[in-house]
């Protein structure tokens, strides 16, 4: 079945560095990959996602690569902020409509003042 | 627009006892999944619900299941309860055809 591995499970930043966490899929037949944003005690937040069909995206200081051939994406938050502080998943699927999401084991996030 | 809503928030039983979760999806959605998701750990698809059916289903045994209403609310159900159990369970949904999931503040279930 599909298997994510998600590195690195803790990262620490100072405010205003940059942060990039990648993730490795098995599954060469997954087409769609989102990232998700837990802080404590919280839902889990859809933050960006990536089709197979682009090898980027940006949403302000969030960005995401795919390298469908070495079949890793990775998240990148620039400019980070303390409020950036929390466990980010990423996440793959293959089909649309009744797909089901499998899961990174997640990194912790912190960033400090 | 309301997001998707799910109850209890918390809840505690004990070994042997069942439960049932409920999730409302949000507006305009029309698919339900289910996740474990177990302390320090990645959310783990249970099943997804569809047109009152269940579609897919993950590596988790007979004593979860589950049930779709014609307002597309849903509801996990566990029985026969184990210590393993306990996890935070998070309802997500989506629009058939969509690959967005949105999830819900999840229901925190302690078995002891």
């Known amino acids: 079945g599909e298997n994510v591995e998600q590195h690195p499970s803790t990262l620490s930043v100072q405010e205003g560095d940059s942060a990039v966490i990648k993730c490795t899929y098995s599954d060469s037949a997954s087409n769609y990959f989102p990232w998700y944003k837990q802080e404590l005690g919280k839902r889990p937040q859809l933050i960006i996602d990536i089709r197979s069909n682009v090898g980027e995206k940006k949403d302000q200081r969030i960005a995401v690569t795919l390298n469908k051939t070495a079949k890793h994406f990775s998240l990148h938050i620039t400019e980070t902020q303390p409020e950036d502080s929390a466990v980010y998943f990423c996440?793959?699927?293959?089909?649309?409509?009744?797909?089901?999401?499998?899961f990174g084991t997640g990194t912790r996030l912190l960033v400090s003042p | 627009d309301a997001g998707v809503t799910q109850s209890p928030t918390h809840l505690i039983k004990t070994r042997g006892q069942q439960v049932t979760l409920r999730c409302s999806p949000k507006?305009?959605?029309?698919?339900v999944s289910w996740y474990q998701q177990a302390l320090g750990q990645g959310p783990q698809f249970i099943f997804q619900?569809?047109?009152?059916?269940?579609?897919q289903r993950g590596n988790f045994p007979d004593r979860f299941s589950g049930h779709q209403f014609p307002n597309y609310s849903s509801e996990l159900n566990v029985n026969a309860l184990l210590l393993g159990d306990s996890a935070l369970y998070l309802c997500?949904?989506?629009?058939?055809?969509?690959?967005?999931?949105?999830f819900g503040p999840g229901t925190r279930l302690t078995v002891t």
């Open positions: 996440a793959a699927t293959r089909n649309t409509g009744f797909q089901k999401l499998v």
């Open positions: 997500a949904s989506t629009i058939s055809g969509r690959y967005e999931q949105y």
């Open positions: 507006s305009g959605h029309d698919t």
């Open positions: 619900y569809y047109e009152e059916e269940e579609r």
